[in-house]
Nanobody
Framework: QVQLVESGGGLVQAGGSLRLSCAAS????????MGWFRQAPGKEREFVST????????VYTDSVKGRFTISRDNAKATLYLQMNGLKVEDTTVYYC?????????????????WGQGTQVTVSA
């Protein structure tokens, strides 16, 4: 089992940057594919980005390509999401996830582990 704690959210002006972190407990972090999702009130959880267990493979949803960068540090058991060029429409709660799929996943699943979420608010 793995526990995830996100941090780094906050309020930023459009065009600004934030770096989200997701600290994982346990010694098995490197055996999980990891991902970032986001969910607005009343909407389904939306895929943002995923990274394979060793960091070699990454996938992004089209709306964040070229602006967001996912990375991981297995030695520190931490996942990151560098968000540049933020837009008002990026405003929502961001969640990190750990999946047993080593390649990562673009589909949220109840079988995965989830953090509690961190709020990102982008003002115009």
């Amino acid at each position: 089992q793995v526990q995830l704690v996100e941090s780094g959210g906050g309020l930023v002006q459009a065009g600004g940057s934030l770096r989200l972190s997701c600290a994982a407990s346990g010694r098995t972090f490197s055996t999980y594919g990891m991902g970032w999702f986001r969910q607005a009130p009343g909407k389904e959880r939306e895929f943002v980005s995923t990274i394979s267990w060793n960091g070699d493979n990454t996938v992004y949803t089209d709306s964040v390509k070229g602006r967001f960068t996912i990375s991981r540090d297995n030695a520190k058991a931490t996942l990151y999401l560098q968000m540049n060029g933020l837009k008002v429409e990026d405003t929502t709660v961001y969640y990190c996830s750990a999946t047993r799929l080593l390649s990562g996943t673009t589909t949220p699943s109840r079988d995965d582990y989830w953090g509690q979420g961190t709020q990102v608010t982008v003002s115009a």
